[in-house]
């Protein structure tokens, strides 16, 4: 005998896994400060290759100027201005993937705990099914 609510159930289920549960779901396996830890580490990476490449563009852009000055210029005082500016750059992308990370942690934890929970009403429904219902009595 089909039982709706357990169907309803499950077509909900369903629908989560194939919709937004593809984004939530692998986060379950994290605990809040590594999944936070591990986007933060990617954002790390590629704000690294981000501004290498904003600072090659500029470089390239400005050759003409560099090479003319390259004699005049303090080349220490230079490099370091290049890497506060990447420090300033990677600390700025780095606080706003906290931020997004942690919203996005939260949203998705709250949405797996409604998941979790219509799970175990689906295996509470199987349970109660097989108290009431058990195999032997199918066979006759």
């Known amino acids: ?20 549960g593809k984004e939530y779901l692998p986060m379950g396996r994290f605990y809040r400060r590594d999944y936070i ?23 390239l852009y400005q050759m003409e100027n560099i090479m003319e000055d390259l004699y005049q210029m303090d080349l220490r ?10 420090v300033i750059f990677v600390a700025v992308y780095q606080v706003i993937a906290r931020v997004v990370y942690s919203r996005r942690y939260r949203k998705g934890h709250r949405s797996l705990k409604l998941y979790m929970s219509r799970l175990k009403k689906v295996e509470k429904l199987y349970e109660r099914e097989e108290t009431l219902l058990p195999l032997d009595d199918w066979e006759k």
Do not use: H, P, W
């Open 1 to 20: 005998m089909l039982n709706k609510e357990r169907i309803r159930l499950m077509t909900k289920l369903a629908a989560y896994e194939q919709g937004e």
């Open 37 to 59: 830890g591990f986007q933060m580490l990617k954002t790390l990476l590629y704000s690294t290759i981000a501004f290498g490449i904003l600072f090659l563009l500029t470089f």
């Open 77 to 86: 005082e230079y490099i370091i201005g290049i890497l506060v500016r990447y």
